[in-house]
């Protein structure tokens, strides 16, 4: 058995599940092209079936990147894998990632239709045909085709042997067991990796891959469980994040196979000098802040603060670090951006923020770089990252915020009044409220006609001194949808306007 773990990241796929995120098809592009620098083994980048824009995603990557294999996901249904097939036409190495349910709750809930036969049994039988039609269809477009058996941390192991088989013997060259609703602890999730090597007759033919997610905060644990025992592919995130809460952090996985080398025995090809530029990248581009104690690429993760660690850290830094900071990517010179740093200098640090641009996309950040840049001694990365937002990656602006004057004080009731197009029209509208934020949010309501509800909302001064940019970060809910707005400002009033705004084009944009 080779010692070598392979890593797919789905963070694009996965990841972007993750409640209130969503990314565009060149927000995708953006951040594989980070994950191409990372030296990932497979970028899963989208369900091309679900919706145009993930099959532009899929098709977008695909047509530029060209280390990694491109993968993309289906259900075993036709249409989905076709829908893959084409949207991966351009890659140079592309794989289809299809499957289906295995546990009985997912064989009975499901696949309740009678179509699907009527004990548990007949639906078991008509989920294997499934499985190999599907395969097989996947095949007439690659050669690499990845068979999922969904949920198969908590199915009967003989049920999964035998879907096991029948993928491989259809052509399957990875089986991926995921532990779906991270419901397995460790002991058990690597015996039962073990244990498909021991019965899948046919299984020296494919590789193993563990998937799980973190509901019961085991996922990573699980996976190193599942490559102990025997799995070479290792599927997760990047920061963890995925449905619900989230998957296997891919930057934990491979820091614990790298730094417990003495262990594992095993290695990957990942470039971990790029994880604190990836993870900020995606927490950036989702608008999900990384935890300060979030292991390897937290804010804290190599900080030290009592007293004891101090002095022990002080005389020797392996008292209390097992990993060196630079190894992640921690420590780079700075240099300071001001209104007299060229394209150049800009390009660089975007670049090392992990943004690569087109020449056009650079030019327009530039362009507000300098009027950011004006206004400030120092644009540090928190600005850039903001102005970015605004500038590279907008979505389709159903509602543009074109005149707000709010009126507050310590003996005044907050009042706004806002002006914002929408398509073609203008419209005007004012609010009183119960602080100046309350006031704008409920103006920009009135004029939007909008029945979204804030459900958070978060400030943080993205830069120090009174000069600084604030960010605003809402989650609004409307119709069981939520999304995140995101606004950026040196004016925190006008930042929260901008968030809100952007949350309901979001809406708007989903609602097509
Ligand atoms: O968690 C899961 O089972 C999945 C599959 C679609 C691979 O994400
Ligand atoms: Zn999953």
Redesign the pocket.
């Known amino acids: 058995m080779t010692d070598t773990v392979a890593v797919f990241d789905?963070t694009l796929r996965?990841g972007e599940q993750a409640a209130g995120t969503r990314l565009g098809s060149r927000d995708k592009l953006t951040i594989a092209r980070q994950l191409a620098r990372l030296n990932v083994d497979i970028i899963e980048v989208g369900y091309p079936a679900s919706s145009p824009e993930d099959f532009e995603a899929v098709q977008l990557v695909a047509g530029e990147i060209e280390g990694p294999t491109i993968c993309a996901?289906s259900r075993a249904v036709s249409s989905d894998i076709e829908a893959c097939g084409k949207a991966l036409a351009k890659a140079k190495r592309p794989r289809i990632?299809t499957?289906i349910g295995v546990s009985d709750i997912h064989v009975m809930g499901k696949f309740r239709d009678e179509k699907y036969g009527g004990t548990l049994e007949e639906k078991k039988a008509t989920l294997v045909r499934m499985a190999i039609d599907a395969v097989k269809l996947a095949k007439q477009y690659t050669p690499d085709v990845e068979f999922?058996a969904?949920?198969a941390g908590r199915a009967d192991p003989v049920f999964l042997f035998e879907m096991l088989q029948a993928a491989i013997e259809a052509g399957a060259t990875v089986v991926?067991i995921?532990d779906?609703t991270g419901y397995t602890v460790p002991e058990q999730f690597g015996a039962l990796i073990r244990s498909i090597r021991e019965h899948v007759p046919n299984i020296t033919r494919a590789t193993i891959s563990v998937?799980c997610?973190d509901d019961l905060g085991l996922a990573v644990a699980n996976s190193l469980a599942g490559i102990r025992n025997g799995a070479r592919q290792v599927?997760c995130t990047i920061n963890g994040i995925g449905?619900r809460a989230g998957n296997a952090a891919l930057e934990e996985v491979v820091m614990a196979l790298r730094t417990r080398a003495d262990y594992f025995g095993l290695r990957t090809g990942v470039q971990a000098r790029e994880f604190c530029r990836t993870s900020r990248l995606v927490a950036d581009m989702l608008g999900m802040m990384v935890p300060a104690n979030k292991a390897v690429v937290g804010s804290n993760a190599f900080s030290h603060s009592s007293g004891i660690h101090v002095d022990g850290f002080l005389k020797d830094r392996e008292t209390y670090e097992i990993m060196r900071p630079e190894d992640v990517g921690l420590s780079e010179s700075r240099v300071v951006l001001t209104a007299r740093t060229g394209r150049a200098g800009l390009r660089d640090r975007l670049e090392r923020l992990g943004y690569a641009l087109s020449q056009e996309e650079l030019n327009q950040t530039y362009q507000r770089f300098l009027l950011v840049a004006d206004k400030k001694q120092e644009v540090f990365d928190e600005d850039l990252v903001a102005i970015l937002h605004d500038e590279i990656h907008p979505v389709p602006e159903t509602y543009h915020l074109e005149y707000l004057h709010f009126y507050s004080g310590t003996a005044a009731i907050p009042t706004a009044t806002v002006r914002l197009r929408v398509h073609d029209e203008v419209r005007e509208g004012a609010a009183v409220g119960d602080g100046p934020v309350d006031a704008v949010c409920k103006a920009i309501s009135h004029v939007t006609r909008t029945s979204a509800t804030l459900a958070r909302y978060d400030i943080r001064a993205v830069t120090s001194g009174t000069e600084a940019i604030g960010e605003v970060t809402v989650q609004l809910e409307e119709g069981g949808r939520k999304v995140m707005g995101r606004g950026a400002s040196t004016d925190v009033i006008e930042a929260s306007a901008k968030a809100f705004v952007d949350g309901l084009n979001k809406l708007a944009s989903l609602a097509r």
């Open positions: 789905t996965d996901l990632h499957g999922y969904e949920d991926n995921p779906t998937h997610h599927e449905e």
